[in-house]
């Protein structure tokens, strides 16, 4: 894990005049000037981690991008990275540890939904803008009683990623109208971002005329799925829909496949990632996955960023959430820019009050980014519905389709 170095004796920002160079490969050089701390937590080891570290360069390389073209003058950023091991504790002492920091303005992450709901309160707490390129469950922006009155819990948390509500009623759409399954068996994680995907996904397919034909629970760490493939296969459903991650999914669908039940797993963001296909290895073929937004490779403001991503060498998987990590980052960037710009081009010199700039100006976020539109509706939710459905053909995730979540 990464610590910052927290400047505590005074609000004052640091002023530096030296360059500084990020430990995970990120250049800048102010010359001179204020430097300013972005934070950025995801799971960098352990489960999840593919998709972590591409949340870590996709803000890495904003970062360097807005340095190299000097979008705020006089100010440099630079990015600390916090490895919260998908851990809901950890992520919380994170934010103890990034809000903590007095040149610290903004935070990225992190990947996981029940991680955020334990850093939510200490953002705020600080007034500090906090920024998800991949958190999906409606609660964090819209309360608990989502559904039927939906109140906003933090004004300080943003998400450039769509919520469960639009996937999981995507994804039942494509099952049914699209593959024409009837009978789907539901399995989730018991957490909860995969508890909330399958409910929601559960609810909508029954809604539509499909038939649920059972449902489970398993654990994050199971390894021995025998006795789910057997249920699964008693109650003869035609497709496997999993809310969680790509660590167990991965093996489910293995298991399921090699116990003799040929049918497709479906799931969520969360299991598209590389490490999926390789870990379940042929059994995945056929295997579906929903992801937001588009194909970053499809997008012609994404190409040089993906361009910069594979020349810099970056581990991790860019494909489910570089390019919303990338616009999340520099959604903070240009909020600090126009807090700079509404003070006679000078940073305010007390960092509560540029804090406070920062989640305003964020708020008001409308800009071209290179996942496309970027800019926020009441609840800190992006306004940007696209999603698309997934599908491993010949050992790659193909897209099979797209559309506006509705």
Not at 42 to 55: D, R, V
Not at 115 to 123: D, E, N
Not at 264 to 291: C, K, Q, V
Not at 363 to 387: H, P, R
């Amino acid at each position: 894990m990464v610590i910052l170095t927290s400047v505590m004796a005074t609000g004052a920002l640091t002023l530096t005049a030296c360059g500084s160079r990020d430990d995970k490969g990120g250049d800048s050089d102010n010359g001179g000037g204020t430097t300013l701390t972005i934070g950025v937590d995801a799971p960098l080891s352990g489960e999840n981690s593919t998709t972590g570290l591409g949340i870590q360069y996709g803000a890495q390389i904003a970062v360097d991008d807005a340095n190299k073209n000097k979008l705020v003058p006089g100010v440099t950023f630079k990015l600390k990275a916090f490895d919260d091991k998908a851990q809901p504790a950890t992520g919380q002492s994170n934010a103890t540890t990034i809000t903590g920091d007095k040149t610290a303005v903004g935070a990225v992450g992190p990947l996981n939904s029940g991680v955020a709901q334990t850093m939510q309160q200490v953002f705020a707490s600080a007034n500090m803008v906090q920024i998800s390129p991949s958190n999906t469950n409606p609660e964090l922006t819209q309360g608990k009683n989502w559904q039927t009155d939906k109140k906003r819990p933090y004004k300080t948390y943003f998400r450039t990623a769509t919520t469960d509500e639009l996937q999981g009623s995507f994804a039942a759409d494509y099952a049914y109208n699209g593959l024409k399954k009837k009978k789907v068996f539901v399995v989730d994680d018991k957490q909860t971002y995969g508890a909330g995907l399958a409910k929601i996904f559960n609810e909508q397919f029954k809604k539509l005329g499909g038939t649920v034909v059972g449902t489970d629970h398993i654990n994050t760490g199971d390894k021995d799925f025998g006795s789910l493939v057997t249920k699964i296969k008693n109650a003869k459903a035609d497709l496997l829909y999993y809310g969680g991650q790509y660590d167990e999914s991965s093996l489910i669908t293995k298991q399921l496949k090699g116990g003799g039940v040929k049918i497709p797993l479906f799931g969520g963001d969360g299991m598209f990632a590389s490490t999926y296909i390789e870990t379940a290895g042929t059994a995945s073929e056929g295997d579906l996955a929903t992801a937001v937004g588009v194909p970053a490779d499809t997008l012609p403001a994404a190409k040089t960023f993906i361009e910069t991503y594979k020349s810099k060498g970056y581990k991790g998987d860019y494909g489910a959430y570089g390019a919303y990590s990338y616009d999340a980052t520099t959604a903070i960037i240009k909020a600090v820019k126009a807090a700079v710009d509404a003070n006679d081009g000078k940073v305010p010199s007390d960092i509560n009050t540029l804090r406070s700039s920062v989640v305003d100006g964020v708020q008001k976020s409308d800009f071209e980014g290179i996942s496309g539109k970027v800019a926020f509706d009441q609840y800190g939710d992006t306004t940007n519905k696209q999603l698309t459905v997934y599908q491993v053909t010949k050992g790659a995730w193909k897209a099979v389709k797209t559309g506006t979540a509705s």
